[in-house]
Nanobody
Framework: QVQLVESGGGLVQAGGSLRLSCAAS?????MGWFRQAPGKERELVAA????????YYADSVKGRFTISRDNAKNTVYLQMNSLKREDTAVYYC????????????????WGQGTQVTVSS
């Protein structure tokens, strides 16, 4: 069983930046970041393949967020720039055992979530 530990959330002013990190306790394949705002469904924000040769971004974050990973550390990152109030949500890291299309929503492991709050 792989455990995912997230860090880097917090409170930031609109236009600011945050970097989320997620460390996996074992080797995993694809990784992704989801978010869930109050009253809304969880949505896939960004995903990255095992070799980092394929990425996915939700339209709402394209050009502002960047996903990356360090396989030597079993860690995935989400650099969030030009943050907006509508980015406020709990962000969840996810990972899976097998390589799939980056748009696939099926994941095997989930982090506990980290709160990101963007103030005006």
């Amino acid at each position: 069983q792989v455990q995912l530990v997230e860090s880097g959330g917090g409170l930031v002013q609109a236009g600011g930046s945050l970097r989320l990190s997620c460390a996996a306790s074992g080797r995993i394949a694809d990784m992704g970041w989801f978010r869930q705002a109050p009253g809304k469904e969880r949505e896939l924000v960004a995903a990255i393949s095992w070799r980092s040769d394929s990425t996915y971004y939700a339209d709402s974050v394209k050009g502002r967020f960047t996903i990356s990973r360090d396989n030597a550390k079993n860690t995935v990152y989400l650099q969030m720039n030009s943050l907006k109030r509508e980015d406020t949500a709990v962000y969840y890291c996810a990972a899976r055992n097998f390589v799939m299309a980056v748009t696939t929503l099926k994941y095997d492991y989930w982090g506990q979530g980290t709160q990101v709050t963007v103030s005006s």
